[in-house]
Protein backbone atom coordinates (compact mmCIF):
# COMPACT_ATOMS: atom_id res chain seq x y z
CA UNK A 1 0.00 0.00 0.00
CA UNK A 2 1.07 3.76 -0.45
CA UNK A 3 -0.14 7.04 0.09
CA UNK A 4 1.53 9.91 -2.71
CA UNK A 5 1.42 13.40 -1.67
CA UNK A 6 2.12 16.28 -3.56
CA UNK A 7 5.84 15.12 -5.85
CA UNK A 8 4.41 11.67 -4.79
CA UNK A 9 1.42 12.26 -6.10
CA UNK A 10 2.92 13.32 -9.60
CA UNK A 11 5.50 9.90 -9.52
CA UNK A 12 3.12 7.50 -8.92
CA UNK A 13 0.64 8.46 -11.38
CA UNK A 14 3.21 8.34 -13.96
CA UNK A 15 4.04 4.77 -12.31
CA UNK A 16 0.17 3.92 -12.70
CA UNK A 17 1.01 0.94 -15.15
CA UNK A 18 2.79 -0.64 -12.44
CA UNK A 19 -0.02 -0.28 -9.89
CA UNK A 20 -2.96 -2.59 -10.53
CA UNK A 21 -6.33 -0.56 -9.93
CA UNK A 22 -4.30 3.20 -11.06
CA UNK A 23 -5.42 3.16 -15.11
CA UNK A 24 -7.39 5.82 -14.79
CA UNK A 25 -5.47 8.10 -12.81
CA UNK A 26 -4.38 11.70 -14.35
CA UNK A 27 -1.20 13.30 -15.21
CA UNK A 28 -0.62 16.30 -13.01
CA UNK A 29 0.73 19.73 -14.81
CA UNK A 30 1.00 22.88 -14.45
CA UNK A 31 -1.55 24.78 -12.44
CA UNK A 32 -3.79 26.80 -14.32
CA UNK A 33 -2.93 30.32 -12.68
CA UNK A 34 0.83 29.65 -13.56
CA UNK A 35 1.41 29.66 -10.72
CA UNK A 36 3.13 27.76 -7.24
CA UNK A 37 -0.04 28.08 -5.02
CA UNK A 38 0.67 28.02 -1.27
CA UNK A 39 -2.47 28.00 1.26
CA UNK A 40 -4.91 26.47 3.16
CA UNK A 41 -7.98 25.07 0.79
CA UNK A 42 -10.97 23.57 1.63
CA UNK A 43 -11.35 19.49 0.34
CA UNK A 44 -14.59 17.23 0.63
CA UNK A 45 -13.65 13.43 0.99
CA UNK A 46 -15.78 11.46 -1.21
CA UNK A 47 -17.08 7.89 -1.05
CA UNK A 48 -14.04 5.71 -2.68
CA UNK A 49 -12.13 2.04 -1.24
CA UNK A 50 -9.04 4.36 0.00
CA UNK A 51 -7.90 2.83 3.47
CA UNK A 52 -6.23 6.11 4.36
CA UNK A 53 -9.99 8.02 4.28
CA UNK A 54 -11.90 5.16 5.37
CA UNK A 55 -14.82 6.62 7.92
CA UNK A 56 -13.93 10.01 6.25
CA UNK A 57 -16.49 10.29 3.43
CA UNK A 58 -18.52 13.66 3.21
CA UNK A 59 -15.98 15.56 5.78
CA UNK A 60 -14.98 18.92 4.63
CA UNK A 61 -11.69 19.70 5.90
CA UNK A 62 -9.07 22.48 5.51
CA UNK A 63 -5.87 21.21 4.47
CA UNK A 64 -2.45 22.60 3.22
CA UNK A 65 -1.89 23.35 -0.63
CA UNK A 66 1.65 23.72 -1.94
CA UNK A 67 2.20 23.11 -5.49
CA UNK A 68 3.35 24.71 -9.03
CA UNK A 69 2.30 21.00 -10.87
CA UNK A 70 -0.98 20.03 -9.36
CA UNK A 71 -3.76 20.57 -11.90
CA UNK A 72 -5.27 16.70 -12.67
CA UNK A 73 -5.29 16.42 -16.47
CA UNK A 74 -7.13 13.01 -18.20
CA UNK A 75 -6.40 12.14 -21.98
CA UNK A 76 -10.02 11.31 -22.54
CA UNK A 77 -13.55 11.56 -20.69
CA UNK A 78 -13.72 8.10 -20.53
CA UNK A 79 -10.29 8.28 -18.90
CA UNK A 80 -11.49 10.76 -16.42
CA UNK A 81 -15.21 8.69 -15.89
CA UNK A 82 -12.73 5.89 -14.78
CA UNK A 83 -10.75 7.57 -11.91
CA UNK A 84 -12.01 7.07 -8.56
CA UNK A 85 -11.67 10.07 -6.94
CA UNK A 86 -11.20 10.60 -3.43
CA UNK A 87 -11.30 14.22 -2.48
CA UNK A 88 -12.49 17.40 -4.14
CA UNK A 89 -11.33 20.77 -4.06
CA UNK A 90 -14.61 22.69 -2.70
CA UNK A 91 -16.33 26.47 -2.96
CA UNK A 92 -17.49 27.76 0.63
CA UNK A 93 -20.55 26.08 0.40
CA UNK A 94 -19.31 22.67 0.23
CA UNK A 95 -19.47 22.21 -4.14
CA UNK A 96 -16.62 20.36 -5.72
CA UNK A 97 -15.61 23.54 -7.83
CA UNK A 98 -13.45 24.38 -10.88
CA UNK A 99 -13.44 28.12 -9.59
CA UNK A 100 -9.96 29.67 -8.45
CA UNK A 101 -9.19 30.48 -5.83
CA UNK A 102 -11.19 27.72 -4.36
CA UNK A 103 -9.55 25.33 -6.73
CA UNK A 104 -6.05 26.24 -6.35
CA UNK A 105 -4.64 24.71 -9.52
CA UNK A 106 -7.69 24.13 -12.11
CA UNK A 107 -8.19 19.85 -12.04
CA UNK A 108 -11.82 19.53 -12.98
CA UNK A 109 -14.32 19.60 -10.89
CA UNK A 110 -11.72 20.49 -8.24
CA UNK A 111 -10.69 16.28 -8.59
CA UNK A 112 -7.65 16.33 -5.90
CA UNK A 113 -7.16 12.92 -4.92
CA UNK A 114 -7.75 9.36 -6.41
CA UNK A 115 -7.39 5.83 -5.11
CA UNK A 116 -7.17 2.51 -7.48
CA UNK A 117 -10.05 0.67 -7.01
CA UNK A 118 -9.21 -1.42 -3.86
CA UNK A 119 -8.09 1.27 -1.80
CA UNK A 120 -4.45 0.52 -1.51
CA UNK A 121 -3.40 2.84 -3.52
CA UNK A 122 -4.10 6.82 -3.25
CA UNK A 123 -2.39 9.52 -4.40
CA UNK A 124 -3.39 13.43 -3.21
CA UNK A 125 -2.20 16.41 -4.50
CA UNK A 126 -2.69 19.08 -1.57
CA UNK A 127 -0.64 18.11 1.86
CA UNK A 128 -2.34 16.60 4.49
CA UNK A 129 0.33 15.40 6.26
CA UNK A 130 1.08 19.23 6.65
CA UNK A 131 -1.77 19.59 9.04
CA UNK A 132 -2.27 16.68 11.19
CA UNK A 133 -2.04 18.65 14.67
CA UNK A 134 -4.47 21.80 14.73
CA UNK A 135 -1.14 24.17 15.81
CA UNK A 136 -0.02 23.37 12.27
CA UNK A 137 -3.31 25.09 10.92
CA UNK A 138 -3.25 28.42 10.13
CA UNK A 139 -7.27 28.10 10.64
CA UNK A 140 -9.65 25.74 11.80
CA UNK A 141 -12.63 24.87 13.19
CA UNK A 142 -13.53 25.90 17.07
CA UNK A 143 -12.71 23.30 19.54
CA UNK A 144 -11.20 20.79 17.11
CA UNK A 145 -8.84 19.49 19.83
CA UNK A 146 -5.26 18.46 19.59
CA UNK A 147 -5.37 16.23 16.35
CA UNK A 148 -6.63 17.89 13.29
CA UNK A 149 -8.99 15.14 10.78
CA UNK A 150 -5.79 14.59 8.75
CA UNK A 151 -3.94 12.40 11.93
CA UNK A 152 -6.71 10.17 10.65
CA UNK A 153 -5.28 8.90 7.42
CA UNK A 154 -2.17 7.31 9.47
CA UNK A 155 -4.43 5.70 12.18
CA UNK A 156 -6.22 4.37 8.68
CA UNK A 157 -2.92 3.19 7.30
CA UNK A 158 -1.93 1.76 10.90
CA UNK A 159 -5.49 -0.20 11.57
CA UNK A 160 -4.38 -1.23 8.36
CA UNK A 161 -1.54 -2.97 8.82
CA UNK A 162 -2.99 -4.88 11.41
Given at each position: ??????????????????????R?????????????????????????????????????????????????V?????????????????????????????????S????????????????????????????Q????????????????I?????????
Amino acid sequence: FALGVCNGCQMMSRLKVLIPGARHWPRFERNASEQYEVRLVQVQVTPSASLFFAGMAGSVVPVANAHGEGRAVFDSTAQQAGATVAMHYVDSLHRPTDVYPYNPNGSPAGQCAFTTDDGRFTIVMPHPERVFRTVQMSWQPPRLGEDSPWMRIFRNARRWVG
